[in-house]
């Protein structure tokens, strides 16, 4: 499985993103999971250039836009020359900071023209009786995928995060059986969407208040890859347990 730690901007100091850092490499030496760390982007830098262990890094988020006279933007070949070999798409917050569906499907092209692994994030905002957060999750899917070559939609991570479920404790987690159900309509949807069968193969993750309290039960009952950690993932604890409870 994959254990993908989204370190948000909870981390700003050196000292605890050394010791996260310490901590996934001795953990990536006892699992077989496979342990990604997603740190804010200067400290990216710091530590995913030199690394030489099983651990990978990824970042939060790349530019829309190729380079040149745009101070500020983060592109990603910068991101690929940092040492990142993922990176996330379209995460809520950054829809929520104002990431179109055109950005989100454009920022998804630079990172596949860059070589990186990207993580695009889907969810609802709520659930409603009439299957509505359906056909947004499908949009979502649709609209980032389908500006892509066939053949490059296959190296696409989805992760699916329902925002009311972010940030929250293991007891307001996804209920297993809706996660299975999830999962399934993700897959189906991107068998129409990813060339012959090739779908079967996508990684699809979860995210949104996974703890060590709930992820075991949201391993096993439900056809996912792996697991996108916000909160819990900046918890030296918290993530040692994470991680042992999948191995
Ligand atoms: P959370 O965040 O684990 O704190 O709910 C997950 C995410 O937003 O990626």
């Not at 990176?87 to 454009?106: C, F, K, L, Q």
């Not at 990207?118 to 389908?146: H, I, K, M, N």
């Not at 897959?187 to 990684?203: H, N, Q, Y």
Request: hydrophobic fraction near 45%; aromatic fraction near 6%.
């Amino acid at each position: 499985m994959l254990i993908a730690a989204n370190w948000k901007a909870y981390v700003g100091d050196l000292g605890k993103a050394r010791t996260l850092v310490r901590i996934a490499k001795r953990l990536s030496r006892k699992t077989k999971n496979d342990i990604v760390l997603i740190p804010p982007a200067p400290l990216l830098g710091m530590f995913a250039g030199k690394n030489k262990s099983a651990v990978s890094f990824g970042a939060q988020d790349i530019s829309s836009l190729t380079g040149g006279a745009e101070t500020g933007e983060v592109t990603a070949a910068a991101i690929k020359a940092s040492g990142a070999t993922y990176v996330i798409v379209g995460h809520s917050e950054r829809r929520r900071a104002g990431d179109t569906p055109t950005v989100v499907a454009e920022k998804l092209t630079r990172a596949l023209a860059n070589g990186l692994i990207p993580v695009l994030c889907v969810g609802e905002s709520e659930r409603d009786g009439e299957g509505r957060y359906l056909s947004f999750v499908r949009e979502q899917l649709t609209s980032a995928l389908r500006p892509q070559d066939a053949k490059e939609r296959k190296k696409v991570i989805v992760a699916y995060e329902p925002i009311w479920a972010i940030g929250k404790t293991a007891t307001d987690a996804i209920l297993v059986n809706d996660l299975a159900e999830m999962v399934l309509y993700i897959r189906k949807v991107l068998a129409e969407l990813l060339p012959g069968k090739t779908s079967a193969r996508t990684f699809v993750l979860y995210g949104g208040s996974v703890e060590p309290g709930n992820i075991r039960d949201l391993a096993a009952t439900s056809d996912v890859d792996g697991f996108l950690i916000g909160h819990a993932s900046v918890d030296p604890r918290m993530f040692a347990a994470l991680v042992t409870e999948l191995s």
